[in-house]
Structures are given as structure tokens and as C-alpha cells.
């Protein structure tokens, strides 16, 4: 039924469009009658809880980071039935994103290629949507994925982190610290290990007990990926999230001039 309605309907939509008409389904789903109707069709049973960082996800299926940038979906996401929601990447600073367009379907690749550049209201609207939500006890597991605000420089990004930490862990069940967006400039200069351990030692500590993730590129080479996990585990760390859109553009079936009309930016497979 979804591939009928993403060939028929939804592939004639501009893409961020049509996320947003997704999206506002989404939060129909989220209100009764249509969330006791969404849970009964697709509530996931007990012998699909995953029992990870302390928690327990109700599904092993959740939504990753950029789908809920602002926290907006998670009640209808959690009556459909995913184990988790990531919101975010949410930054200090509330911000556009990039102009558009800036979302570009690869149709005979199942892919897209994005270069959003982290739209998003804000942390403090984030923090605002969340303490409403936790008086609902949604039953999935939130995680909010912070990211770096674009008009604060690289070399002042750990207070931009530490602010958004502070204002999310409170109210998430874990908190990802992303530094492997392509479309933020400077930010996947964070993965170096030199400033790495700094930012995550602060945002560490501003965190307190929520667990603390980091979101790593796939570009990142193994010695790379091996040092960032030497430094997971030397600073408490509860895990790695592998991993982000890849900037590669190889192996592609699209048109080579449609990939290059489309620009920059980071390139996820549909599976
Ligand atoms: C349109 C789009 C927007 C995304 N926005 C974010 C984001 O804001 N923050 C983030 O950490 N990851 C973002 N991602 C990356 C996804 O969270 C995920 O890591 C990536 O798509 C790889 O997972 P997959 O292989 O399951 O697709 C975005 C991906 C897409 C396609």
C-alpha cells in the first residue's frame, strides 16, 4: 500500500512538503478517538521490548533524528507504535535551516539527498514540548539529539552544547550529542578527538544521569571510529549512534546531472 501511494501520490510532492503533510497526519494520530484507534492496530506486544541504556523500548523499531526536529509528532509516533522517538537536532539558538530547496528525492536509488542545516525552533521550545508531553507518559522511549547552533563559532560550540543539554536532559530518557552533519559548517571537525573529549566531558556533566549518546558520521575512517569509541568508553559514555547521512555519491543509479543539480549535502538510502 505505501509504495501505491508514494509512486501515485506522494512522489509528485515536493519532498519537504510532503514530510510536512505526513507529519500533520502524524499528529491527528496523536489525538483521541484516532490514537486509541491507532493503538489498537499497531500496538507493539511485550515480546518486542528491547531493554537498552536502562531503558525499556516498547518496539526495536523507532524514528531517528530529523523526522521530529521540534518535538511535534511524538504523541501520534507513539500510538503508532515505535519504540522510540528521537527529536532534534535541536539547537541552542532557534534557526531557518537552509533556503530552499534543500530536500531532493534520488527516486531510482530509494534515496534522498538533504541539506536541511538543522531547522528547528529552538531548545527552549523543545523543552517546552517535552514537559507537555511527559504528563501524557508517552510509553516510547524519547531521545533528544542536540546539535550545534549555525551563528555560534566552532571554537564556542561547547557552551552552544551545553545549553541545549541543559535544557533537554531533564525532560528526554537519553540525549544524543551530534557532531556528524554534513550540513553544518565545521560541525564534523568535532569528531577529532581533541575536541571531542571536551565537548562531551561538559556535556557530560551538564546531562547528569540522563545517558549520554554520540552520533558519529559513516565517513569517519576505522581508526577514526575506533578512537571515538576508546573515548565513549573512557568517559562513560551509554553508546554510539552509527550513524548519520554519508557525503558519498558513489554507486548511485540516479543521473549523474540530476545528483549534481541537487547540490550538496548528506545522501541516505531508503531501505
Ligand atoms: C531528511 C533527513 C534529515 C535528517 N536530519 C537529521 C538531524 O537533524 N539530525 C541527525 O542527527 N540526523 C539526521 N538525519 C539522519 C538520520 O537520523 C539517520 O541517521 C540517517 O538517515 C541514517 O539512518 P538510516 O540508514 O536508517 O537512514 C536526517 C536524515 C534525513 C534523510
Redesign the pocket.
Known sequence: MYSLLFRHVLSRLDPEFAHHAAMAVIRVLGVPPFSWLARTISSPGPEQQVHALGLTFPSPFGV???FD?NAVGVRGLDALGFGHVEI??VTAIPQEGNPKPR?FRLVPDRA?I?R?G?NNAGADAAARRLRSLRRRAPRAVIGA?I?KSRVVAVEDAVGDYVASATALAPLADYLAV?VS?PNTPGLRGLQAVETLAPLLRAVKDAAGATPLLV?IAPDLSDEEITAIAQLAVDEGLAGIIA???TIARDGLRTDAAVVEAAGAGAS??R?
Request: proline share 0%; hydrophobic share 25%.
Open positions: 531517528a533524528a530529523g526536529k532534534g537536532t530536500l534522498v538533504n536541511m538543522f539529539n546539535g551530534n552533519s552520533k550513524h548519520n547521512t541516505r538510502e531501505r
